[in-house]
Nanobody, 127 residues
Framework: QVQLVESGGGSVQAGGSLRLSCAVS????????MGWFRQAPGQEREGVAT????????YYADSVKGRFTISQDNPKKTVYLQMNSLKPEDTAMYYC????????????????????WGQGTQVTVSS
């Protein structure tokens, strides 16, 4: 069973930085996508960034390009989301999610593609 454990959320002032971590366990393949999604109160969940663990290819939502960076530490089976220049509108519950690559696929932030989800970690940015 694939399991995800997020950490690193918290409160920060606008312009500040936070780094989220997501540790994965249970995979028997090395080829999977690890993505970050977020959901603000009263809003739909949206994709933020994703990385392919085999190729290292990354993909970002336009709203975070240039401010957020997704990276991985393969030996630790951990993915990170470095969030800089945070804005109040970045306030949300952030979720880590993953799916194994079983067919050729480009980076996707389509929620339905992701099979396993973490419990979420709260990020609050104050103005």
């Amino acid at each position: 069973q694939v399991q995800l454990v997020e950490s690193g959320g918290g409160s920060v002032q606008a312009g500040g930085s936070l780094r989220l971590s997501c540790a994965v366990s249970g995979y028997t393949t090395r080829n999977y996508f690890m993505g970050w999604f977020r959901q603000a109160p009263g809003q739909e969940r949206e994709g933020v960034a994703t990385i392919n663990t085999m190729s290292g290819s990354t993909y970002y939502a336009d709203s975070v390009k240039g401010r957020f960076t997704i990276s991985q530490d393969n030996p630790k089976k951990t993915v990170y989301l470095q969030m800089n220049s945070l804005k109040p509108e970045d306030t949300a519950m952030y979720y880590c999610a993953t799916f194994p690559v079983v067919r050729p696929v480009r980076g996707t932030l389509t929620e339905s593609e992701y099979k396993y989800w973490g419990q979420g970690t709260q990020v609050t940015v104050s103005s």
